[in-house]
Antibody
Framework: QVQLQQWGAGLLKPSETLSLTCAVY????????WSWIRQPPGRGLEWIGE???????NYNPSLKSRVTISVDTSKNQFSLKLSSVTASDTAVYYC?????????????????WGHGTLVTVSS | DIQMTQSPSSLSASVGDRVTITCRAS??????LNWYQQKKGKAPKSLIS???NVQSGVPSRFSGSGSGTEFTLTISSLQPEDFATYYC?????????FGQGTKLEIK
């Protein structure tokens, strides 16, 4: 059974850098893309970006200038850094696995999710 | 970015009702459409991928249909555990985008 365990600082001041890590237990790490998704309180879901085991990334253009996603294959972990945070970055941040339903046909969906980490930005 | 619009935004229904939620894409996305269920304080759970493929373990009362720009999620007979918020999401291209959600409440 695949499990995603995530952690990181939950309270930041404006202009600081958000840093979260997600560890993957069970299943293959190398055969997938791994994503970060966030959800502001009471609002919908926003995809932040993704990375694969070789470090290839895709980012949401709306956040690209501030986002870095990295991977540590020796630990089956991937991480998110979001710089220069403001109150609008307050959200629950989720890590998730990107699964290709029909391998090679790019029918991607998020099949396993972390439990979520609430990050609050406040002075 | 591809915009995803769900309707309705909220819905009141009773146990046993048949419910349909609609998701529209701002451009054709073929069948690259997924549905998730989210309960309060929990991570979303995948229900349906590729528009109509029901995930293993998801009750058969859930079904999905559509292609191109219009999609539907149908719950054939609502159960108490189905009251939650539902999101559609396109995986046609990045950035992956979600609908704003449909909150399904008990009447």
């Amino acid at each position: 059974q695949v499990q995603l365990q995530q952690w990181g600082a939950g309270l930041l001041k404006p202009s600081e850098t958000l840093s979260l890590t997600c560890a993957v237990y069970g299943g293959s790490f190398s055969n997938y893309y791994w994503s970060w998704i966030r959800q502001p309180p009471g609002r919908g879901l926003e995809w932040i970006g993704e990375i694969n085991h070789s470090g290839s990334t895709n980012y949401n253009p709306s956040l690209k200038s501030r986002v870095t996603i990295s991977v540590d294959t020796s630990k089956n972990q991937f991480s998110l850094k979001l710089s220069s945070v403001t109150a609008s970055d307050t959200a629950v941040y989720y890590c998730a696995r990107v699964f290709d339903l029909y391998s090679g046909y790019d029918y991607f969906y998020f099949d396993y999710w972390g439990h979520g980490t609430l990050v609050t930005v406040s002075s | 970015d591809i915009q995803m619009t769900q309707s309705p935004s909220s819905l009141s229904a009773s146990v046993g009702d048949r419910v349909t939620i609609t998701c529209r894409a701002s451009q054709s996305i073929s069948s690259y459409l997924n549905w998730y269920q989210q309960k309060k304080g929990k991570a979303p759970k995948s229900l349906i991928s590729a528009a109509s493929n029901v995930q293993s373990g998801v009750p058969s009362r859930f079904s999905g249909s559509g292609s191109g720009t219009e999609f539907t999620l149908t719950i054939s007979s609502l159960q108490p555990e189905d009251f939650a918020t539902y999101y559609c999401q396109q995986s046609y291209n990045t950035p992956y985008t979600f609908g704003q959600g449909t909150k399904l409440e008990i009447k």
